[in-house]
């Protein structure tokens, strides 16, 4: 049974830092793609970055430069490094992983504001 379980998230004020979780337990992780994306309130869910089995990875415009992926394949966790954060990073960040099918985390909220 694949599960991720994203942790990390929180209130913050403009300017900060925040570090995203996800611990993922029923897949040969070392070998999987991880992602973030996030969703804001009405607005779809977009793509934050991701990160191949071999240690590329990739982000979305809006972030490149403040956030950073990365992976502990020993421990089976995906993190995402915020920094600088901004009120528009504000949202509900989620794990992403696919093993034939789409697996998804719960969530986990992150709110910047003063």
């Known amino acids: 049974q694949v599960q991720l379980v994203e942790s990390g998230g929180g209130l913050v004020q403009p300017g900060g830092s925040l570090r995203l979780s996800c611990a993922a337990s029923?897949?040969?992780?070392?070998?999987?793609?991880m992602s973030w994306y996030r969703q804001a309130p009405g607005k779809q869910r977009e793509l934050v970055a991701e990160i191949w089995s071999g240690g590329t990875t990739t982000y979305a415009t809006s972030v490149k430069g403040r956030f950073t992926i990365s992976r502990d394949n020993a421990k089976k966790v995906v993190y995402l490094q915020m920094n600088n954060l901004k009120p528009e990073d504000t949202a509900v960040y989620y794990c992403?992983?696919?093993?034939?099918?789409?697996?998804w985390g719960q969530g986990t909220q992150v709110t910047v504001s003063s």
């Open positions: 029923g897949i040969d992780f070392s070998s999987s793609f």
């Open positions: 992403y992983t696919t093993q034939i099918r789409a697996y």
